[in-house]
């Protein structure tokens, strides 16, 4: 009976391995259509290759990245035509915390105002289903009311932009 259990145990461990390192979001679209289960809205976005050790695709318009970096989390980026932004993404439980933000992001981007955000600093926890459950974002503001040292903080229904 043990050792039933310990082969069931071996190749139910062996499978969910298999899945995690070489199962695609095209997998997950698929067991979605067969199961009936829905994946969160912001997944359509992304490539069909796309993993959970590297992948990409669209977000709100922007190009998403991400690579697996060590066993502590993720590098981030997040493009649009004339900007770029990167963070490094830590799983916390049924979220994820980005910090270690860095790079250029319009405000119209971030429905801030007008506007350019040079990032120095902030963090986010965003939860799985895609949704911002709380978040600061800090850096220096170029045409946007105000100027200069700024802090975004997340209200729950968008960010609220204010001098430092």
Do not use: K, N, Y
Request: proline fraction near 4%.
């Amino acid at each position: 009976m043990i050792r039933a259990f310990l082969l069931f145990l071996g190749l139910w461990l062996g499978l969910c391995l298999a899945v995690l390192l070489g199962g695609t979001v095209g997998h997950l679209r698929q067991l979605s259509d067969w199961t009936g289960w829905a994946l969160p809205a912001w997944t359509e976005g992304l490539d069909a290759d796309a993993g959970f050790r590297h992948g990409a695709g669209r977000l709100e318009g922007a190009r998403l990245s991400w690579a697996l970096s060590g066993l502590s989390g993720f590098d981030v980026r997040l493009s649009g035509p004339d900007w770029q932004a990167s963070g490094f993404a830590t799983p916390e439980g049924a979220s994820l915390r980005v910090d270690q933000l860095a790079g250029l992001v319009p405000l119209t981007w971030l429905q801030a105002g007008p506007g350019l955000l040079s990032l120095d600093g902030g963090q986010l926890r965003l939860g799985l289903d895609g949704t911002i459950d709380d978040g600061q974002l800090q850096g220096q503001a170029r045409g946007s009311e105000p100027e200069g040292a700024v802090t975004l903080d997340w209200t729950g229904d968008g960010w609220a932009l204010a001098a430092r």
